[in-house]
Nanobody, 126 residues
Framework: QVRLVESGGGLVQAGGSLRLSCAAS????????MAWFRQAPGKEREFVAA????????AYADSVQGRFTISKDNVKNTMYLQMNSLKPEDTANYYC???????????????????WGQGTQVTVSS
């Protein structure tokens, strides 16, 4: 069993920055691929960014490429999402997720992740 807890969300003006954190407990953190997803009201949950178990590979949605940076600290069992140059369309509830069964090739699929946090709200004002 894995427990994920997000933090760091809030209200920020367009152009500002936030750093989200995802603290993990349970099985060995360093064995997981991990990802961030987001969901805005009335929209489907969408992939934001992912990082491989060892941190050597990352992936980003086109909409956040160059503005967001994902990282993980296997000592602190924590994953981060540094979000810069925020836009109003980044407003959503942000979730961290992980799974132990599926390959990196499926990292962008919500259905491939079995463990989810409760989410942290990010609101970007124009």
């Amino acid at each position: 069993q894995v427990r994920l807890v997000e933090s760091g969300g809030g209200l920020v003006q367009a152009g500002g920055s936030l750093r989200l954190s995802c603290a993990a407990s349970g099985r060995a953190f360093s064995t997981y691929h991990m990802a961030w997803f987001r969901q805005a009201p009335g929209k489907e949950r969408e992939f934001v960014a992912a990082i491989s178990q060892g941190g050597g590979s990352t992936a980003y949605a086109d909409s956040v490429q160059g503005r967001f940076t994902i990282s993980k600290d296997n000592v602190k069992n924590t994953m981060y999402l540094q979000m810069n140059s925020l836009k109003p369309e980044d407003t959503a509830n942000y979730y961290c997720a992980t799974q132990s069964q599926n390959p990196w090739a499926r990292i962008r699929e919500p259905s491939a992740h079995e463990y989810w946090g409760q989410g942290t709200q990010v609101t970007v004002s124009s």
